[in-house]
């Protein structure tokens, strides 16, 4: 059992670590709902409109996420005496995300903007489907090393952020997602209580992507929002 655990060890120091199910990063595509960020906060503080989450809220905001499952489907077929399983196809499972939302409703106003986009509510063509290509988009999903060595430093206003190790373990790609539902947001009289929306998404198939996060990453964060470096 010694040697067993010494193994282990090892070849946990090897691989860096166990992976950890709370480091993930989804990146969702940014062109619906409003601006967000700090003007998008400001106009909806004042009644004015914007709102919208940016694609760095989106994912500071997602609680839980999924990677995606396929399953082979087969048929059995009988040669001579035996049986065997042949394959005809694959399927697919929805997917699921859970956000927090803030005051603004900033995640709730884009995900409403993104089924406008698949079924309009107003205007001409009002509760009309549209074509598959206006409304679906690639979503990734990406499973994360815990870094090495963290670096966080504030200067002013300015929080600069650096993680050495860290990066894509795994990532895949959503192929033509779309949103199909959303959560009801249940209201109550806890004190502590946290609103959160979860967003299912149905896609045409999924595939290990290219888009992954580097060994090495950087990031600026202001109060208007935050950009990546690396």
Known sequence: MANSVDDLKALANSK????????????????????????????GLLNLGGGGASGRELNLLCTNATLPAKQILTNDRRIGMEFQKVAYGYAIDDVSMTFYLMNDYGVKEYFDAWRNTVIPEEGGSAFTSKYKEEYARDVTIHQLRQPLKGFSKQVGPIRFNAGLG???????????????????????????????LTVTFAYTNWKRSKNVQGFINMDISTPLGGIDIL
């Open 166 to 196: 860290g990066g894509s373990v795994y990532s895949c790609d959503l192929i033509d997602a779309f949103p199909i539902a959303t959560s009801a947001i249940e209201l109550n009289n806890e004190l502590d209580g946290l609103v959160q």
């Open 16 to 43: 860096l670590g166990f992976a950890r199910a709370n480091r993930f990063l989804v990146t969702l595509p940014t062109n619906f709902g409003g601006g967000g960020g700090f003007l998008g906060g400001v106009l």
